[in-house]
């Protein structure tokens, strides 16, 4: 069966969220990430602002040096956070074999899901319309047969892009005159060494000789694969399929263990609903982070059946409490396993003897009903609240520092 991806990639995200919470900013030169005066770089900017050759990861004096009229912003992480919770959840509506590489970015495997909801043309459409209609602000879609075709569609028409490459024979015509450096894998070192090699498309690479490509070894016939449109990667969902996770990649490397106990508090909720609104209960809890040189750790904890955020969290905190900090954390993540069906119930000898147990589980009922029906933010615990302002507060100082 031929594969139908999906390549959702959202337009200049953060400061795409910056116009839509202010609309004074909208035809701007907008740059999210330090200021000026500050030690600091662009963590985004939107499109008016890369007229000027700004970029990530730009130094921001060098970005206010080559725009002195853009428009620079700190980041509002929280709100990054719960529009990214919003879009992720809309794709998970029409299939969970997702890949999410980013707050922003993530592939979909739909070859299943076309029975149910249309073709992949479709579903990426509607999707491109719900997150616009949900969000408020655009996205970028592209449909392929393999990932490799996907991600090169949804960068063919951005902003709010649209593009479809049906074959590897629609590949080959689309793709042969441009850089090489446009294929998954080639970074400025690979491209510099094809260049002397005489490679500097994708039409180039695609008809270079196989013992010409040795000198590279391995990735020498990936890279001629990819130039020929062909890859056999799998879209990898990013937890197992019997679990239920969210994890968030920081714009940048956290220290502060209170903005990361926040951020854990804020997933615990969004895996929560998606448990509620599967009727699971899970039996183990396990997070998930990666450090700043990209080393990651998970620890795990089985104990009683609970789907509930708040207990979730207890968990989770437990379990974050015992880790040591000793570099900066790029992602963290949470997970929830061992998924039992709805219907379950567990209570202590001494819970039967008190109504309070039914009473707290009504509650959460009557909670959970209303945050289906009328939207997820109906309702946010205290806790959730000030979580949310610590993050933000925290974010800001970070940056400020």
Wanted: glycine share 8%.
């Amino acid at each position: 069966m031929e594969r139908k991806i999906i390549h959702l990639d959202m337009d200049a995200f953060y400061a795409a969220i910056e116009e839509r919470d202010n609309p004074e900013l909208r035809g701007k030169p907008v740059v999210v990430g330090a200021l000026p005066n500050e030690r600091g770089v662009v963590s985004t900017c939107n499109y008016e602002a890369r007229k000027y050759g700004i970029h990530s990861a730009m130094s921001s004096a060098e970005a206010y040096r080559r725009c002195p009229t853009a428009v620079f912003v700190h980041g509002h992480f929280p709100k990054y956070i719960e529009a990214s919770n919003q879009v992720h959840a809309i794709m998970e509506e029409y299939t969970d074999q997702i890949e999410f590489l980013s707050l922003d970015e993530g592939y979909m495997d739909v070859t299943g899901s076309e029975r149910f909801f249309g073709s992949a043309q479709e579903i990426a459409k509607t999707i491109q319309r719900r997150v616009y209609e949900t969000v408020g602000t655009t996205c970028s879609v592209g449909v392929g047969y393999n990932m490799l075709s996907a991600k090169l569609a949804s960068e063919e028409k951005k902003p709010r892009g649209f593009f479809v490459i049906e074959n590897q024979a629609e590949f080959l015509e689309l793709m042969k005159d441009r850089p090489v450096g446009i294929l998954y894998g080639v970074g400025q070192k690979t491209v510099e060494r094809l260049s002397r090699m005489g490679i500097r498309t994708v039409g180039d690479l695609a008809n270079a000789p196989e013992v010409g490509l040795s000198v590279l070894g391995k990735l020498g016939g990936e890279l001629r694969d990819y130039a020929r449109g062909i890859d056999h990667r799998m879209v990898t969902p990013n937890v197992p399929a019997k679990s239920i996770g969210k994890e968030v990649t920081f714009p940048a490397d956290v220290t502060d263990r209170k903005l990361l106990e926040d951020t854990l508090l804020l997933l615990s909720r969004h895996v929560s609903d998606r448990l509620l609104a599967k009727n699971l209960w899970c039996s183990t809890v396990t997070v998930k982070i990666k450090f700043s040189d990209l080393q990651s750790i998970t620890r795990a904890k089985t104990g009683e059946m609970l789907h509930h955020a708040e207990d979730l969290y207890k968990v989770a905190e437990k379990i974050f409490s015992q880790v040591e900090l000793t570099k900066p954390v790029r992602l963290i993540g949470i997970a929830a396993g061992k998924l039992a069906d709805s219907g379950y119930e567990q209570l202590g000898f001494s819970d039967m003897l008190t109504e309070e147990p039914q009473k707290e589980s009504s509650l959460h009922r009557v909670v959970n009903t209303l945050r289906r029906t009328y939207g997820k933010d109906t309702l946010k615990t205290a806790k959730e609240l000030l979580a949310e302002r610590n993050l933000q507060e925290t974010y800001h100082e970070k940056k400020d520092g």
